[in-house]
Structure formats: structure tokens, C-alpha cells
């Protein structure tokens, strides 16, 4: 006995394969032109869109975000923009402020943990980040996480990391030296400072690094690899006495007028820069690194130098005028004969 088989059907077949194809019907004269409105549309069957979908959704990191106010929302935007799987947590509740930028908002940390991040991003503030690690729930994350801080200070989040982190955590310490007012239109040639202090010797986990890394890079960052101690000696000298001038500025109350020159504007836009930062910002870069009390102090030692050289030469100015007349009044009586000069006495010889 002998069995036929039919090949099966495909589920599609173009139109000039199938059996009873549809009359080709040509345009009239009358009829409109035809016009092409788009080129490689992706369509369902389209496999190099869901190959390339796929490919970003493999490639991209499970980022969670510890502290999402005005800076960690910031850089979310950005995260998200680049692929990232955005998941947040703060002490006042942003779920709404999440959601609007494509990212999940956990009330409880411990519902965070259990999603398993790649990457856990501290976005506290300096005086807040203790506290936030002495009371996160590590056991409930995998032993190989990657923990980034994006704090101002760089020693004290490294030493605060190795001292409470579990030694099989990831540690990258960064500083993204800019803010939602100087980033808000590029970050391109804006510093981004980062010390990788350990990283497992894994492929994957030195990917994982570079992955997060990529982000400020691909952003046209100007990436700066630096030591956290590096950070905290060079950030003292420019980043803490950029904010005591703007503050000192704002206390002067400088204001802006119909003859400002390019410097003035650009001590205006100084002061409306560091106002626009908390002061426990400002605290915390003075309380939190070491090398900003000297600093403080060789302010303070320049601005009394400057008042000495200034009213030095004042008490000169006054004396001058003040000597100056009564020596040309004595040259006048001589000159006239009113006044004769004391005779010296000659020695004697004996």
C-alpha cells in the first residue's frame, strides 16, 4: 500500500506565488502618480529589526537607582535613553515622576533588591549615604553587583563601600562634574571622573563596567580615570572654592545692571549656578573632604593679604599728601628767606 504525502502549506507566500493571483490592474492616464513613502519599512516578518531589538535588549543593564531627586532622575533620562532597564528607590515617593520617564518606582527596598539589579547607583546626598548603606538589604542581591556613586567627594563613598559592602561586590567610584543646569543642553567635554576600585577579574563583570561607562563616553564626556584621593585633593581647589565664591558672592548680594561687563555676567552666572545647589551639598563638600578646610583657610589668608596691600598703599597715599604739603610750605619759607636752617655746630678740635 502506498501513502501519499502532500507538502504542507506555507503560512504565507508572496502574491505572485499564489494559485488564483489577483489581476494586475494598471493605471489610467487619470490615475495619480505612484509614490513611495517610506523605504525598508519594518514589517512583522521583518528579522533584522527583531534581531537588532533583541540585541539591545541582551546588551542593555538592570541599573537600580538609590536617591532619585533632582540629580538621580537627571541622569536617569539619560540611562534609559541609551537602552537601560531603569528600576528606583527613594525616601519620598517619585512613582509618578518614574513612570514618566519609562522607569519602575519601589517603595520598599527590599522589593528592589529582589529584581536583582546589574548595577545599584547611589544618587544619595553626601550627609544621607551612610545611613542608606548601614540599612540596605544586601543578602537579598546577587554577591556580584556592581555598586557606582556619583557623589561629590570621592574618599569617603570608597571607604564607606569597602568598610560595609559584602568583598564580593563590584565598586566603582564616579563623579560626573556636571548637573542638571551646566548638562542641561549636552554633556559634551564635560568632566566625568571615575576610579574603578575593584572589579572582579571575570569577563563579564569588566563589561559590565565598561557597559555603565559607555553611557558618559558615548555622551562625549571627557572620561578622566583618577585615583578617589586625586579627586578629593584637585575637586578641593576648584570645585569647593567655585561654590564658597558663588556663595560668598550671593551673600554680597550682586546684582545684575545696565552696564554689566563679560566678567560681571560671568559672576552672575556663578552665583545662579551654586545657589541653585542645596547647602548640604555645600556642607557636605567641606565636611567630607579633607583637603577643604585648608582651602578655606588660604581664602581666607588671600583676602586679608589683598586688604593689607590695599590700605597699605592708602596710609602711603596719606601720607604722602599729608607730608608732601608741609615740606613744600618749608621749601616756600626758604626760598623766601623767612625761615633760616640752624647752623651746625663745628667740632671742636682741641
Request: net charge neutral; proline share 6%; hydrophobic share 35%.
Amino acid at each position: 500500500m502506498l501513502l501519499h504525502f502532500s507538502p504542507p502549506k506555507p503560512l504565507f507566500s508572496p502574491p505572485n506565488l499564489r494559485r488564483n493571483p489577483q489581476p494586475v490592474v494598471h493605471p489610467t492616464p487619470r490615475s495619480l502618480p505612484l509614490r513611495i513613502r517610506a523605504i525598508d519599512a519594518a514589517q512583522i516578518f521583518d528579522y533584522e529589526t527583531q534581531l537588532q531589538s533583541a540585541h539591545r535588549k541582551s546588551s542593555a543593564l538592570k541599573i537600580a537607582v538609590l536617591g532619585f531627586g533632582n540629580f538621580g532622575q537627571f541622569l536617569s533620562k539619560t540611562l534609559i535613553r541609551h537602552g537601560h532597564d531603569l528600576i528606583t528607590h527613594s525616601r519620598s515617593d517619585y512613582s509618578s515622576a518614574a513612570s514618566s520617564i519609562g522607569a519602575r518606582f519601589f517603595h520598599n527596598p527590599h522589593d528592589l533588591c529582589e529584581q536583582h539589579p546589574d548595577v545599584v547607583l547611589l544618587c544619595t546626598s553626601i550627609l544621607s549615604t551612610e545611613s542608606v548603606l548601614r540599612s540596605f538589604p544586601f543578602q537579598r542581591l546577587r554577591r556580584s553587583t556592581l555598586f557606582v556613586d556619583v557623589l561629590s567627594v570621592k574618599e569617603f563613598p570608597k571607604t564607606l563601600f569597602l568598610n560595609h559592602l559584602p568583598k564580593e561586590f563590584d565598586i566603582l567610584c564616579t563623579h560626573p562634574m556636571f548637573g542638571p543646569e551646566s548638562g542641561k543642553h549636552s554633556w559634551s567635554g564635560l568632566p566625568f571622573v571615575y576610579d574603578r576600585v575593584r572589579i572582579g577579574d571575570e569577563g563579564a563583570r569588566r563589561e559590565r563596567c565598561e557597559k555603565f561607562l559607555k553611557v558618559f563616553e558615548s555622551e562625549g564626556c571627557r572620561m578622566v580615570e583618577m585615583s578617589c584621593e586625586e579627586h578629593d585633593k584637585y575637586a578641593a581647589g576648584s570645585q569647593f572654592v567655585t561654590h564658597t565664591m558663588g556663595r560668598v558672592l550671593e551673600k554680597f548680594g550682586v546684582e545684575s545692571s545696565p552696564i554689566n561687563t563679560k566678567g560681571y555676567e560671568t559672576l552672575l552666572d556663578l552665583v545662579e549656578n551654586t545657589s541653585s545647589d542645596s547647602f548640604e551639598l555645600y556642607y557636605g563638600l567641606f565636611m567630607y573632604n579633607q583637603n577643604a578646610l585648608e582651602q578655606l583657610e588660604r581664602l581666607d589668608m588671600a583676602f586679608e593679604s589683598i586688604k593689607k596691600e590695599l590700605f597699605g598703599r592708602l596710609h602711603q597715599v596719606y601720607r604722602n599728601q599729608m607730608f608732601g604739603e608741609l615740606k613744600k610750605t618749608e621749601q616756600k619759607l626758604l626760598n623766601d628767606g623767612l625761615v633760616v636752617r640752624p647752623m651746625k655746630e663745628e667740632s671742636s678740635t682741641s
